[in-house]
């Protein structure tokens, strides 16, 4: 009796596993996992943060979120940045995904996976209302495009033989245009069109194709995630199959823009055209949140830990012993020779590819802390050494150590003359943490843009993010005259 239970469990185990293997693919296959998807956030109508909601919303948004309910996947972990820094942040495992209306070409296919298409599109030249001359790509020749400087239309510009301007997005290239600073752009038809609608624009048109080549659409996995792409793909597939696509598409732009033929794009917008003074009302809270959770926490953290590198380095570069001094010496010269901008993509997109990888908050924390500490060091010398030397000598003569004498004596004082100019640099620090979007870091300045971008009103929301950046200035101003007021009274 016993042995025949057994086999008959033996055998309800080896039924239940064949059923599982043969089981058809379904959303079990994503094991729930969080996907991280890299995004702009500032491309109409495919992806941008809508102000009323604050939600990151759009064509590529709606697909990508498809994709990870067939799929299996947990709810999808948007990251945004510029398109420019997407494909570093792939590179380096910063995000698992990009769906960012990336055009399939055979560079890009030589180093990435692509999915079945889910968008397809057609180039075309846009120039100024009054320039009737650019019609095709064969007249770009000798002429300034405003492009994205890693997008396939940049690519597309450059060989016809024209220039290329590098610009964030087609919002800034279209200003670019309208300001007469660029002659054409080559961009996407669905993007044009969307812009043309939204904003109800007649300072800029569309004068004709940008050749014949109909553009296909993807989402971008690096090699080492085929299973994660051939999850997308499959999905992709079933949501072609029961026209969850077309009905996505249908919403956006009047066509499915899914298939290779669509109908004549016919781009609807429900972004009703709002005053700067409704723009403004609507971006306030996001800046002033970006302000409280990224700008102020990277200063403060950024100048208190700079300030300590800064002694440091500063000690060790007055130290007689060379093998202090010397490599306190290049580290000097190698933080004032370099570019912020260059430091934080190497802390934040390169160590990952020499097995580090830091939080981008982290990652831009560390950057301008040692940039800080590089500056700061020079100062706090200068500070030490205009103490006048008798100080150091008086204080050794009666019996202090010469450590003693630095921290007591000679310290405090050089701490009075290094407040001016290192409260320069705090206020340096508190602009340059503007930088920090690039690493996928959302700050003052990354909710500006994503205003920017949805409303099309550049200069009052510019002007409004720069009225926050002075108030913070103004605000440690008042506090370092306080302080200078406050050190004054032990002046002799």
């Known amino acids: 009796m016993k042995t025949r239970n057994r086999v008959l469990a033996i055998l309800g185990v080896l039924l239940g596993l064949s059923a599982l293997l043969a089981a058809p693919a379904t959303a079990a296959d994503g094991d729930g996992r969080v996907v991280r998807v890299g995004t702009e956030g500032t491309y109409p109508p495919f992806t941008f943060v809508d102000p009323r909601t604050e939600d990151l919303t759009g064509y590529d948004i709606e697909v990508m979120d498809a994709v990870a309910k067939e799929a299996g996947w947990g709810e999808p972990d948007y990251v945004q940045s510029t398109f420019d820094a997407?494909?570093?942040?792939?590179?380096?495992?910063?995000?698992?995904?990009?769906?960012?209306?990336?055009?399939i070409n055979p560079e890009r296919e030589a180093r990435y996976l692509f999915t079945r298409p889910y968008t397809y599109s057609r180039g075309v030249i846009?120039?100024?209302?009054?320039?009737?001359?650019?019609?095709?790509?064969?007249?770009l020749k000798g002429l300034t495009a405003a492009q994205s400087e890693t997008s396939n239309w940049a690519q597309v510009a450059r060989d016809a033989g024209a220039t290329v301007q590098s610009v964030e997005g087609f919002a800034q290239a279209a200003e670019l245009l309208v300001q007469g600073r660029v002659?054409?752009?080559?961009?996407?038809?669905?993007?044009?069109?969307?812009?043309?609608?939204?904003?109800?624009?007649d300072d800029i048109k569309i004068t004709g194709y940008a050749g014949e080549e109909v553009s296909e659409q993807a989402l971008v996995f690096p090699k080492s995630q085929q299973a994660l792409r051939d999850q997308a793909d499959k999905a992709l597939e079933q949501l072609g199959s029961d026209g969850t696509l077309a009905d996505i598409s249908e919403k956006y732009f009047g066509a499915d823009v899914s298939v290779e033929n669509p109908d004549e794009v016919d781009v609807t917008t429900d972004r009703d055209p709002r005053s700067w003074?409704?723009?403004?009302?609507?971006?306030?809270?996001?800046?002033?949140?970006?302000?409280?959770?990224?700008?102020?926490?990277l200063t403060a953290i950024s100048f208190a830990a700079g300030l300590l590198i800064g002694l440091a380095v500063a000690?060790?570069?007055?130290?007689?012993?060379?093998?202090?001094?010397?490599?306190?010496?290049?580290?000097?010269?190698?933080?004032?020779?370099?570019?912020?901008?260059?430091?934080?993509?190497?802390f934040f997109y390169g160590l990952p590819q020499v097995g580090v990888t830091l939080p981008g908050f982290l990652a831009g924390c560390l950057a301008l802390s040692l940039n800080v500490g590089g500056y700061a060091a020079e100062i706090i010398r200068g500070s030490i050494l205009s103490v006048p030397r008798g100080q150091l000598e008086a204080a050794t003569t009666i019996g202090m150590e010469r450590w003693q004498a630095m921290r007591r004596i000679v310290l405090p004082q050089a701490a009075r003359i290094a407040v001016p100019p290192l409260s320069n640099s705090l206020l340096s620090l508190v602009k340059d943490t503007s930088l920090v979007s690039v690493i996928l870091v959302t700050d003052l300045f990354r909710e500006a843009q994503n205003a920017a971008a949805f409303s099309q009103q550049f200069m009052p929301l510019y002007i409004f993010a720069a009225l926050y950046y002075w108030v913070i200035c103004f605000a440690l101003s008042v506090g370092q005259g306080r302080l200078e007021k406050r050190l004054g009274r032990y002046a002799v």
């Open 86 to 103: 997407l494909f570093p942040a792939l590179d380096a495992d910063r995000i698992d995904v990009i769906a960012n209306q990336v055009t």
């Open 126 to 139: 846009v120039t100024a209302a009054g320039t009737d001359d650019v019609t095709s790509l064969d007249d």
């Open 183 to 201: 002659d054409v752009i080559v961009n996407d038809n669905i993007a044009v069109l969307d812009y043309l609608a939204s904003t109800g624009s």
């Open 277 to 297: 003074g409704e723009v403004l009302q609507d971006a306030a809270w996001p800046m002033l949140r970006g302000a409280i959770q990224g700008t102020i926490p």
């Open 315 to 346: 000690l060790a570069r007055m130290s007689p012993s060379r093998l202090l001094s010397a490599p306190a010496r290049c580290y000097i010269s190698l933080i004032r020779g370099t570019p912020l901008l260059v430091q934080l993509f190497i």
